[in-house]
């Protein structure tokens, strides 16, 4: 389906976040008057007229008589597996999202999209700094925090950089031409229900068809496993067509590219999504990056907040913000990170049903033993499955449990010692009502004693 399409439709936008806002603005500038759904009415209908300047009214789900509607356009935040979008499929109502009806309108456009369960922000935002310094027009949107319905009605770029999230390509209609995959894992089970639901919405973006391009990180194994059968992929990371070795010189083919130890960002992730960016960007273009372009971004590129981000130092030690490592995954790749280093990781947040078996397998072999700090809720039973991996060692750190993320910074800067590292990576969700990551990340910095990111403290 077209925005075209759409806008003969009798319409319905279901949930008021910044996508079905942008969604909201959009159809009325094409007058057209949908039906707006939230969950919370109240506050749905008071953004509503901050956006477009006069009162709407907003239904519960519950209100909606589904025979009024030809097509709901659901926000990401919105599991396509509400029992009410199955009432509404049952009555003949088509689901879509802003993305899946923006990659059909621009489906003859440059796209390189970047999915996976961790490190599509750091790649997509890679790979758009190096078309960009090849001197192309570059639209860097989606789940990075621009919605791709503000690129309707504007000039052409030359191409686009679209993060996309598995909430976002459960109902996508259409392959872009390059897809980079970044990494497979379990997250988001309470909205896909179960872990195969998450692979095979995360993977519709690549199934969709027609087949385009794929890059895939060979570090994931689910990833390898899962596109197998792709006619038109490619692997980058430990082995493939980019590479990256151990002195970190990355390679196309063979033949040496740059070297990638020059890079900010910690840990060999974040060299393998450096390869998916050089993949993805070579995809779209015919051609690696200039060699300027490499060593620019290289050298230039300083990471995203909340992405496993050196914050500043202060009395010796080192403090990391990776407030966006919402599930067991991404922790393990951000605890890996500071080799050979003294550490405290503060970890805790929403129970989202996913396994922390691999987050405990690698807190437990790490060496120097890493110190953990656990934030409520749930945090006793997540403190006291880390201390069954202990048994018996008296010099190990402690395990401290505390309610607030200013009890846990001081909690780990007693237990860490001098050159040492307190990283913030809670591998779960921020809980209901504290206001997102970004909340939590700033609430971090401010008790690590750092009035903004990035700016050294007091010695």
Same mark, same amino acid.
């Given at each position: 389906m077209t925005l075209d399409e759409l806008c003969t439709l009798r319409v319905a =936008?279901? /949930?008021? /976040?910044? &996508?079905?806002? #942008?969604?909201?603005?959009?159809?009325?500038?094409?007058?057209? %008057?949908?039906?707006?759904?939230?969950d919370r009415p109240e506050a749905g209908a008071a953004r509503l007229e901050e956006r477009l300047g006069d009162p709407r009214r907003v239904l519960r789900p519950d209100q909606v008589t589904w025979s009024d509607v030809d097509v709901v356009v659901r926000a990401p935040g919105v599991s396509r597996y509400r029992a009410e979008l199955d009432a509404a499929r049952a009555a003949g109502v088509t689901v879509t999202t802003a993305m899946a009806l923006w990659l059909? $309108?621009? *489906?003859? *456009?440059?796209? @390189?999209?970047?999915t996976g369960t961790k490190g599509k922000s750091t790649t997509a935002a890679l790979t758009a700094a190096l078309l960009?310094? &090849? /001197?192309? $027009? @570059?639209?860097?949107?989606g789940n990075i925090g621009v919605p791709v319905v503000e690129r309707y009605g504007r000039?052409?770029?030359d191409a686009y950089v679209v993060e996309v999230s598995s909430f976002q390509a459960a109902d996508v209609a259409t392959t872009p031409g390059v897809v980079v995959v970044t990494s497979l894992a379990p997250d988001h089970l309470d909205w896909h229900r179960s872990e195969e639901a998450y692979y095979r919405d995360k993977l519709r973006l690549v199934d969709a068809g027609p087949p385009g391009e794929l890059a895939v990180n060979a570090g !994931?194994? %689910?990833?390898?496993r899962r596109t197998a059968g792709h006619p038109r992929r490619s692997l980058f990371g430990p082995s493939g067509r980019v590479a990256v070795d151990r002195s970190g010189v990355v390679s196309l083919d063979g033949a040496a590219l740059v070297d990638a130890s020059r890079l900010r960002l910690p840990g060999v992730h974040n060299l393998w999504n450096l390869c998916g960016a050089i993949t993805g960007a070579t995809l779209l273009a015919g051609h690696p990056p200039s060699a300027s372009a490499l060593d620019e971004v290289v050298?230039?590129? %300083?990471?995203?907040? !909340?992405?496993?981000r050196t914050v500043g130092e202060r009395g010796g030690l080192t403090f990391v913000d990776d407030a966006l490592a919402s599930n067991p995954f991404a922790s393990e790749a951000s605890i890996g990170a500071f080799p050979d280093r003294e550490l405290t990781v503060i970890l805790g947040g929403a129970d989202r049903g996913v396994d922390p078996?691999?987050?405990?397998? =690698?807190?437990?072999?790490r060496r120097p033993t890493p110190g953990v700090v656990v934030l409520r809720p749930g945090a006793e039973r997540l403190a006291t499955a880390v201390m069954a991996t202990r048994p018996g060692r008296r010099t190990d750190p402690p395990v401290?449990? +505390?309610?607030?993320? *200013?009890? #846990? =910074?001081?909690? #780990? +800067? *007693?237990?860490?010692?001098?050159?040492? +590292? +307190?990283l913030f990576s809670p591998g779960a969700p921020t809980p209901d009502g504290e206001g997102g990551f970004g909340a939590r990340s700033r609430q971090f910095v401010a008790a690590a004693g750092f009035g903004d990111e990035g700016r050294d403290g007091p010695a």
């Open positions: =936008v279901w /949930g008021l /976040g910044d &996508e079905g806002l #942008a969604m909201a603005r959009l159809l009325h500038d094409r007058r057209v %008057e949908p039906c707006f759904v939230d059909e $309108d621009f *489906a003859a *456009a440059r796209v @390189v999209a970047v960009a310094r &090849e /001197g192309l $027009d @570059v639209a860097l949107i000039a052409p770029a !994931s194994h %689910e990833a390898l050298e230039g590129f %300083e990471g995203l907040p !909340s992405r496993c078996r691999g987050l405990l397998e =690698v807190l437990a072999r401290a449990v +505390v309610a607030d993320l *200013a009890e #846990a =910074v001081e909690a #780990a +800067v *007693a237990m860490t010692p001098r050159g040492g +590292v +307190v």
